[in-house]
C-alpha cells in the first residue's frame, strides 16, 4: 500500500512525543510506502501571531509557517531510522527519488507554497504519487460540522463524501496558521482525485498503523 500521512503539528511539542510518532511510522513504514507531511503546529502559531503584530501580510505570514513545518519535517526525520536525509521541496523530487527502489524509505515534506495548510500539501502529493490513502493526522477525531474545541454541540461524521468535505470546508477562514481540519483547497484536490481519505485524532500514536489497515474511530472520506 502506498499512504501519504498528514501529521498536525501537535507531534511537535516535545522530543518523546516526536520519538514516540517517529516509532510507529518507521514500523509501518516496513509493510507500506510511506509519505508523510509535517504541520507547523502552536510554534508556528506564534510566530504567524507575532509577524501579524509586526505589519506582515498574510503571504509572509504562510512564509513564516511554512518555515516552521520544515523544522518540524527535520526533527522527525532525525527521529527515524530509514528516512531521506533532507526533507523534500517539491512533488517531482519525491516522486523521482521513489521510483529509485527505496519503497521503504520514509520521505517527509512541510509546507510548499503560500495559500493552503500542509493538508493541501499532502492531498497533492497524494494524488501525484497515485497514493491509495491520504491519511489526516490532528488533534480532534474527525470531521465537525463546527469546531468541538470551541462548540461542544459540533456533529461529528463518521463518513462523508468528497463533495459534502467540500461544502463543509468552505465555511471555514482560510489564514495562515488555520486551525481548520481540511482546508478547502485539500478538499477540492481530495474531491477531484477521489482520493480515500482518513481523519483521525493523533493522540495514540498507534492509532496511524490501525487507520492505514482500516481500522480507526474518525472520519471517512469517499464516494
Known amino acids: 500500500m502506498k499512504a501519504v500521512i498528514s501529521l498536525g503539528g501537535i507531534f511537535f511539542s516535545d522530543a518523546e512525543t516526536i520519538k514516540n510518532v517517529a516509532a510507529m511510522l518507521d514500523e ?3 509493510s507500506c510506502n510511506l509519505y508523510v507531511v509535517t ?9 504567524i501571531s507575532i509577524a501579524r503584530e509586526l505589519g506582515a501580510n498574510e503571504a509572509l505570514c504562510d512564509y513564516m509557517g511554512i518555515a516552521l513545518t520544515r523544522i518540524n519535517a527535520k526533527l522527525l ?3 527515524l531510522t530509514n528516512a531521506y536525509p533532507e526533507p523534500f521541496l517539491d512533488y517531482k523530487e519525491v516522486a ?3 521510483t529509485k527502489g527505496d519503497e521503504e524509505r520514509i520521505a517527509v515534506m512541510g509546507g510548499v507554497s503560500p495559500g493552503y495548510t500542509t493538508d493541501a500539501v499532502a492531498a497533492i502529493l497524494a494524488e501525484f504519487v497515485n497514493a491509495d490513502l ?3 493526522v490532528t488533534s480532534v477525531d474527525g470531521v465537525y460540522d463546527a469546531d468541538p474545541r470551541i462548540d461542544p454541540s459540533a456533529k461529528k461524521y463518521d463518513k462523508l463524501t468528497p463533495k459534502e468535505l467540500v461544502a463543509l470546508t468552505m465555511k471555514g477562514d482560510l489564514k495562515a496558521g488555520s486551525r481548520i481540519v481540511i482546508d478547502p483547497v485539500a478538499a477540492k ?5 477521489g482520493m480515500k481519505t482518513i ?3 493523533g493522540s495514540d500514536p498507534r492509532g496511524i498503523i490501525d487507520a492505514v489497515h482500516g481500522k480507526h474511530q474518525g472520519t471517512e472520506i469517499s464516494e
Open 199 to 201: 481523519v483521525i485524532n
Open 28 to 30: 509501518l513504514a516496513k
Open 77 to 79: 526525520i532525525s527521529a
Open 134 to 136: 491520504l491519511l489526516d
Open 189 to 193: 484536490i481530495i474531491e477531484r482525485s
Open 39 to 47: 504541520g507547523g503546529g502552536e510554534r508556528a502559531r506564534e510566530y
Open 96 to 98: 523521482v527519488a521513489k
